[in-house]
């Protein structure tokens, strides 16, 4: 069965499922209706008892560029003339990027990102709430959004979780890219192969996931979350988001929306 999706491509393989983000022009950059897609169908994939893992990745060259910045952000209910403020801000992110992210993070069944070409900022969030990353040689991560967008990070702060506290300061104040090879070193990836092989290693991978006893597999995962729990995973997430929107309301990152004309 494959079913249909405005933005995104399901691909049922036996007791995996493939969600592809399906908008290869903007390098799978993420929209509002793309996100609460990809919301929806985890919830129908969390309740669907034949679905043992859950891959993600993307359509095209990219797993994801980010944030569509195009698109805008969500004017709050009733509000739906006002400008760039901390309310409207605040509403956006904390559903899209915050609620939305900890939902793949806490997705009941293991997941597997297949990441090609880039993941940055928004993309790099999603991509490492997975529980594991399958990447292709060409692969890269990165979130620039401190040096071009005078922005505290990324709204999800999930760097330090995934690679050493000193290559996440180096990633996070460069902005510089973190490549496949780099990234399987420092242990953020589990795997690296040829781009030709990206689909195939990511299925290989999760059908032997998808062999273990299904009840044993998702008490196991919510151990290893609340093991991260009791060291602050959340706490720490959600703390460095409102840090992260104080960010939007500086002088500076107003001196670069209007040097941006947005
Ligand atoms: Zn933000």
Known sequence: MTATYENLIREDLGPVVRILVNRPRVANAQDRPTLDELDAVLRELADDEAVRV??????????????????????????????????RVWFHEAKYYVEYCLAVRNFPKPTIAEVKGAAIAGGFMVANMCDLIVASEDAFFSDPVVQGMAAAGVEVLVHPWVMTSRRAREMLFTGEPISAQDALEMGMVNRVVPRADLESATLELANKVAQAYPFATRLLKRSLNLTQDMMGFTNAIQAHFATHDLSHASVESAEMRAARGR
């Open 54 to 87: 859950v891959i993600l990745g993307g359509e095209g060259k990219h797993f994801s560029s980010g944030h569509d910045m195009q698109a805008g952000l969500a004017p709050r209910p009733g509000h739906e003339d006002e400008g760039f403020t901390v309310e």
